[in-house]
Protein backbone atom coordinates (compact mmCIF):
# COMPACT_ATOMS: atom_id res chain seq x y z
CA UNK A 1 0.00 0.00 0.00
CA UNK A 2 1.37 3.09 -0.81
CA UNK A 3 1.54 6.11 1.54
CA UNK A 4 3.53 9.32 1.59
CA UNK A 5 5.56 9.78 4.90
CA UNK A 6 4.48 13.48 5.98
CA UNK A 7 7.78 13.86 7.63
CA UNK A 8 9.64 16.96 6.42
CA UNK A 9 12.92 15.53 4.13
CA UNK A 10 11.47 11.54 3.66
CA UNK A 11 10.07 11.02 0.36
CA UNK A 12 9.30 7.16 1.18
CA UNK A 13 6.12 5.98 0.13
CA UNK A 14 6.46 2.08 0.89
CA UNK A 15 7.97 1.42 3.45
CA UNK A 16 6.14 1.85 6.72
CA UNK A 17 4.44 -0.43 9.27
CA UNK A 18 1.54 -0.02 11.88
CA UNK A 19 2.47 -0.27 15.67
CA UNK A 20 -0.01 -2.23 17.49
CA UNK A 21 0.76 -0.67 20.74
CA UNK A 22 0.31 2.86 19.50
CA UNK A 23 -2.10 2.25 16.35
CA UNK A 24 0.29 4.65 14.10
CA UNK A 25 1.89 4.26 10.87
CA UNK A 26 5.47 4.53 11.67
CA UNK A 27 7.30 5.17 8.62
CA UNK A 28 10.63 2.99 8.72
CA UNK A 29 13.22 4.77 6.25
CA UNK A 30 13.03 8.05 9.05
CA UNK A 31 11.24 6.65 12.37
CA UNK A 32 8.91 9.15 12.39
CA UNK A 33 4.48 8.67 12.46
CA UNK A 34 2.48 9.24 9.47
CA UNK A 35 -0.01 12.13 9.98
CA UNK A 36 -3.60 11.59 9.16
CA UNK A 37 -3.54 7.81 8.29
CA UNK A 38 -7.32 7.39 8.56
CA UNK A 39 -8.61 3.86 10.28
CA UNK A 40 -9.67 1.82 6.85
CA UNK A 41 -6.16 2.19 6.09
CA UNK A 42 -4.71 0.99 9.47
CA UNK A 43 -7.31 -2.28 9.27
CA UNK A 44 -5.74 -3.10 6.02
CA UNK A 45 -2.23 -2.57 6.76
CA UNK A 46 -2.82 -4.88 9.79
CA UNK A 47 -5.08 -7.59 7.79
CA UNK A 48 -1.92 -7.38 5.26
CA UNK A 49 0.50 -8.10 8.11
CA UNK A 50 2.29 -5.28 7.71
CA UNK A 51 2.80 -4.42 11.67
CA UNK A 52 5.89 -4.14 13.47
CA UNK A 53 6.56 -7.30 15.60
CA UNK A 54 8.60 -7.67 18.93
CA UNK A 55 11.88 -8.92 17.74
CA UNK A 56 13.03 -12.06 19.85
CA UNK A 57 16.42 -12.48 20.30
CA UNK A 58 18.01 -15.71 20.52
CA UNK A 59 20.57 -16.94 23.31
CA UNK A 60 19.32 -14.26 25.79
CA UNK A 61 20.28 -14.21 29.33
CA UNK A 62 19.64 -12.12 32.31
CA UNK A 63 22.65 -11.37 34.70
CA UNK A 64 22.74 -12.42 37.85
CA UNK A 65 24.31 -8.80 38.79
CA UNK A 66 22.76 -6.25 37.62
CA UNK A 67 19.48 -7.72 36.22
CA UNK A 68 19.70 -6.47 32.47
CA UNK A 69 18.94 -9.12 29.73
CA UNK A 70 20.82 -9.38 26.73
CA UNK A 71 23.31 -11.49 24.70
CA UNK A 72 26.51 -11.73 26.71
CA UNK A 73 29.43 -11.00 25.57
CA UNK A 74 31.83 -13.53 25.04
CA UNK A 75 35.91 -12.63 26.11
CA UNK A 76 38.35 -14.90 24.37
CA UNK A 77 41.35 -15.63 27.09
CA UNK A 78 44.25 -16.93 27.06
CA UNK A 79 44.61 -21.16 26.48
CA UNK A 80 41.44 -20.76 23.83
CA UNK A 81 39.26 -20.23 26.78
CA UNK A 82 36.02 -18.20 26.77
CA UNK A 83 34.05 -16.51 29.57
CA UNK A 84 30.69 -14.97 28.90
CA UNK A 85 29.85 -11.71 30.70
CA UNK A 86 27.28 -8.98 30.99
CA UNK A 87 26.84 -6.07 28.38
CA UNK A 88 25.86 -4.01 31.02
CA UNK A 89 27.84 -4.56 33.73
CA UNK A 90 30.41 -6.50 33.04
CA UNK A 91 30.55 -9.16 35.78
CA UNK A 92 31.28 -12.47 34.54
CA UNK A 93 27.97 -14.99 33.58
CA UNK A 94 27.54 -18.37 34.81
CA UNK A 95 26.44 -20.39 31.52
CA UNK A 96 27.91 -23.72 30.28
CA UNK A 97 31.09 -23.97 27.98
CA UNK A 98 29.21 -25.37 25.15
CA UNK A 99 26.73 -23.00 25.54
CA UNK A 100 29.46 -20.13 25.28
CA UNK A 101 31.10 -22.17 22.46
CA UNK A 102 27.97 -21.94 20.70
CA UNK A 103 27.82 -18.42 21.00
CA UNK A 104 31.15 -17.09 19.58
CA UNK A 105 30.66 -19.83 16.75
CA UNK A 106 27.41 -17.84 15.79
CA UNK A 107 29.04 -14.72 16.17
CA UNK A 108 31.96 -14.98 13.63
CA UNK A 109 34.69 -14.81 16.73
CA UNK A 110 36.22 -17.60 15.14
CA UNK A 111 39.50 -16.76 13.53
CA UNK A 112 39.43 -15.24 9.62
CA UNK A 113 39.92 -17.76 7.19
CA UNK A 114 42.57 -14.87 5.77
CA UNK A 115 44.91 -14.79 8.72
CA UNK A 116 46.76 -18.12 7.43
CA UNK A 117 45.83 -17.71 3.41
CA UNK A 118 49.68 -16.98 2.60
CA UNK A 119 50.43 -20.85 3.92
CA UNK A 120 47.86 -22.45 2.33
CA UNK A 121 45.79 -23.37 5.20
CA UNK A 122 42.55 -22.20 7.20
CA UNK A 123 41.70 -23.05 10.84
CA UNK A 124 39.27 -25.87 11.75
CA UNK A 125 36.42 -25.09 13.77
CA UNK A 126 37.69 -23.06 17.22
CA UNK A 127 36.82 -26.71 19.12
CA UNK A 128 40.09 -28.55 17.71
CA UNK A 129 42.68 -26.20 16.54
CA UNK A 130 43.47 -28.46 13.95
CA UNK A 131 44.33 -27.54 10.62
CA UNK A 132 43.36 -28.23 6.94
CA UNK A 133 45.41 -28.32 3.60
CA UNK A 134 43.28 -26.27 0.67
CA UNK A 135 44.20 -28.20 -2.52
CA UNK A 136 44.98 -25.96 -5.42
CA UNK A 137 43.27 -27.15 -8.46
CA UNK A 138 45.56 -27.76 -11.33
CA UNK A 139 43.50 -26.03 -14.42
Known amino acids: ?11 SYDHHQ ?3 KTNEVMCLECGEPLKNVPMPTKSVLKSLGQIQRKSE ?3 QYTC ?7 KPLIKKLSGG ?3 A ?15 IQA ?4 EGYSEPASANASHGTRPFP ?6 FVVAESAV
Open 57 to 59: MGM
Open 103 to 106: MSEM
Open 85 to 99: SCRKCGKKMDIHSAF
Open 64 to 70: KACGHSD
Open 18 to 20: LDP
Open 1 to 11: MLLSCTAKGCS
Open 126 to 131: ATSGAT
Open 81 to 83: VSI
